[in-house]
C-alpha cells in the first residue's frame, strides 16, 4: 500500500470510499472535489493499493498562514470492507510528514492538531495512540449526534 497526495483522477474512488464511510452525507464526489480544490489549505492524501483507492485523509490549516500551524484532520476515511487493518493508521502515520513537508515550505511548523469526532466513534482511540490527542470537550447533538473535540497538542 502506497499513501500519497491525492490528484485529480483518485477523485471518482475516493468518492467511494466516502459514501461508504459517511453514509449520512450526500454529494461525495463534490465535497471530495472541493476540498481537492483547496489546496494548499486543504491537504489530501490517499492510500491506493493494487491500483484502487482504499482510503483518504483530509488536513486542513486552520485560521490562516501561520508560522505555527494549527491543522486539523477534517476527515479520514477507509474502505469498508478494509477497515481494522491498519489502513487509516498508516494514512496519519505516512501522511503527516509530507504534512510537515509542505507546511515548512510555506515556513510553517506544526504546532497542535485538532480532531472532532462522534462521541461512540471508536476511532478516538486511533487519534490518541498516532497523535497523542485528548478529548477537550463534548458538544451535545451538533451533527447526528455528541461529537467531541480533540486536541494533540505541541506536535512539531
Known amino acids: 500500500m502506497k499513501i500519497r497526495l491525492m490528484e485529480e483522477e ?3 474512488g475516493a468518492s ?3 459514501k461508504q464511510a459517511f453514509r ?3 454529494n461525495s464526489y463534490e465535497w471530495l472535489q472541493c476540498n481537492f480544490n483547496a489546496s494548499p489549505r486543504f491537504l ?5 493499493s493494487e491500483g484502487e483507492i482504499v482510503g483518504y485523509i483530509i488536513w486542513v490549516q486552520k485560521s490562516g498562514f501561520r508560522p505555527e500551524a494549527v491543522l486539523e484532520l477534517e476527515q479520514l476515511a477507509v474502505a469498508l470492507d478494509l477497515q481494522g487493518q491498519g489502513i487509516g493508521r498508516s494514512l496519519i502515520y505516512q501522511s503527516l510528514p509530507l504534512v510537515k513537508a509542505q ?3 510555506q515556513g510553517s511548523k506544526l504546532k497542535h492538531i485538532l480532531v472532532s469526532t462522534r462521541a461512540d466513534n471508536f476511532a478516538q482511540q486511533l487519534y490518541k495512540s498516532t497523535l497523542g490527542a485528548e478529548i477537550e470537550t463534548t458538544i451535545s447533538n451538533l451533527y447526528s449526534a455528541d461529537e467531541v473535540l480533540m486536541i494533540a497538542r505541541n506536535v512539531s
Open 16 to 18: 467511494i470510499v466516502h
Open 24 to 26: 449520512r452525507q450526500n
Open 44 to 48: 489530501n492524501f490517499v492510500a491506493v
Open 103 to 105: 507546511l515548512a515550505l
Open 10 to 12: 483518485d477523485l471518482e
